[in-house]
């Protein structure tokens, strides 16, 4: 079979959808102006303007810290799981943009079929066979935008699931940093104890010597062995508070606990003698990843919205042949079984429109869904980065006083022991100045680990140095990326869909 004439009227048909189909109904993108974040915290003071780095936990020099976060970064397991959302993502980005071309497969296939009509005798059936090879193909005239929709939605997620690995990275290294400190904080907590201990014990020692030769009382004694015994009682908890820290430590480096030991030498925390740099504050909506992931989420949404709504239209497909048909398989390839064919198709679902529409309004609530989502999360972010530096500052000022006090304190507990030695003050003046003493010397370690605490969330508030790719339509309208075709998942970030008509 042969067919020719078909083929001259279906060029010009399908060559007028192929003008169509740049027409896409539903909403068109548009990005939301949100104004430059305005923080008039005084704490930026602290900090340098300059722009901050991604590698930020190097400039707190401490080699070790440097290198659990290199661990980190390669075989933490959240960031396995984001890599393979993301490979995912991809790879139904990749699927949606080849939905629309046309597919193409090979077959072949031999049909043998009797047919016996009523009252025919059964030596009278008709016996039909035939044989086909070739290249069927079909293609659905994205006349009214389905698939360009259902592609940018993809895309969308695509850019979103990029957008996520970038955020479970600033997360796993923050985590890790601030538990570390914590770590460092509680054996510096344990040194100061010890440090108390051994004092108190001394005191003792000399207590006891007193009280043998006459000249000390047993309330004295008493009084000291009960404070040694309650100084020793505070070990266990910051023993435990130091394991579990370093246990949480290991995990997010990858690690078993067991094989964090040996790669950690205990020492104290280092002294921040340097302004840090937190770059443009107004630019804050750019550098956090989630609000990107946001407005990424917004924007897939939208085009669901839009594949929806073209639901509402007919469908418009093309199919094709070619290749031979024959009545017998060894015809097959001959220049008589040559064939080909061109079948155009409309459908539409004029029965189920209720079906399609509430399919349309649900679309559409996840879309306003998506566009709270996306203001919450910009709230959140310029929240964080207000609540960090309003900590890290107070903390700052915190720890200024309590090395003063605790400098008093000291010299304070000098004198009460040499007065007590002379007999010229009792042992309980002794006592009182060295308890004042373990809390100002344990309030210190305290607020120097809360002070690197508080700097590292400053910087994951920040969005740890991240920023997003140049020409990317982040939340501001300027240097819109238009979706469509393949993504650039380092941060090609589309613009802000909202409603509208049909765009061309």
């Not at 390669?74 to 799981?81: K, L, Q, T, W, Y």
């Not at 020692?205 to 020793?232: F, H, I, P």
Request: proline share 6%.
């Amino acid at each position: 079979m042969t067919t020719r004439r078909p083929f001259s009227y279906a060029a010009p048909f399908a060559l007028s959808l192929l003008v169509l189909a740049g027409c896409a109904v539903g909403p068109k993108y548009a990005a939301p102006n949100d104004a430059p974040v305005a923080i008039a915290a005084p704490e930026r003071a602290l900090f340098a303007p300059d722009a901050v780095q991604r590698d930020w936990w190097r400039q707190l020099d401490d080699p070790q810290l440097d290198a659990l976060v290199e661990r980190a970064l390669a075989g933490n397991h959240d960031i396995r799981i984001a890599h393979a959302r993301l490979l995912e993502a991809r790879a139904m980005q990749t699927e949606a943009e080849l939905d629309r071309l046309p597919v193409v497969t090979l077959g072949a296939s031999k049909t043998r079929s009797i047919a016996q009509g009523n009252g025919v005798p059964a030596d009278a059936r008709t016996l039909a066979q035939s044989s086909r090879a070739g290249f069927d193909a079909g293609w659905e005239i994205d006349l009214f935008g389905r698939l360009q929709r259902l592609d940018e939605a993809a895309t969308a997620r695509a850019q979103a699931s990029a957008a996520d690995l970038e955020q479970v990275r600033i997360v796993a290294v923050a985590e890790l940093a601030r538990n570390y400190y914590e770590m460092r904080g509680a054996e510096q907590r344990l040194a100061v104890t010890q440090r108390t201990l051994e004092s108190l014990r001394q005191s003792l020692r000399v207590t006891e010597a007193q009280v043998r030769t006459g000249r000390g009382l047993e309330g004295d004694l008493a009084s000291a062995q009960a404070n040694l015994a309650s100084t020793e009682s505070q070990l266990p908890a910051l023993e435990t508070t130091r394991r579990q820290a370093a246990h949480r430590v290991a995990v997010l480096a990858g690690l078993r606990p067991a094989e964090l030991a040996p790669m950690l030498q205990p020492h104290p925390l280092r002294v921040l003698d340097k302004r840090l740099p937190i770059g443009d504050l107004g630019d804050l909506l750019r550098r956090r990843p989630d609000v990107l992931r946001a407005e990424r989420g917004l924007a897939a949404s939208t085009a669901d919205v839009g594949a929806a709504t073209a639901e509402l239209y007919p469908r418009v497909d093309i199919g094709g042949f070619l290749g031979f048909i024959a009545l017998r398989g060894a015809d097959l390839g001959s220049s008589s079984s040559r064939a080909f064919s061109v079948t155009p198709g409309v459908s539409w679902p004029a029965l189920r429109l209720g079906s399609v529409k509430a399919r349309l309004r649900g679309a559409e609530a996840r879309a306003e869904g998506e566009r709270a989502v996306y203001e919450q999360t910009v709230l959140r972010a310029i929240e964080d980065v207000e609540s960090a530096l309003t900590g890290y500052g107070q903390n700052q000022l915190r720890l200024q006083r309590l090395l003063e006090a605790s400098a008093r304190s000291g010299r304070a507990a000098e004198l009460a022991e040499v007065r007590y030695r002379e007999g010229a003050a009792p042992y309980l003046s002794v006592l009182d100045a060295q308890r004042t003493l373990l809390r100002a010397q344990d309030a210190v370690a305290e607020a120097e680990t809360a002070s690197f605490t508080s700097l590292v969330a400053l910087y994951k508030a920040l969005g740890g140095g991240w920023q997003a790719p140049e020409g990317s339509a982040g939340p501001s309208p300027s240097s819109l990326a238009p979706l469509g075709g393949r993504a650039r998942l380092a941060g090609s970030w589309g613009p802000i869909p909202a409603k509208g008509g049909p765009t061309t």
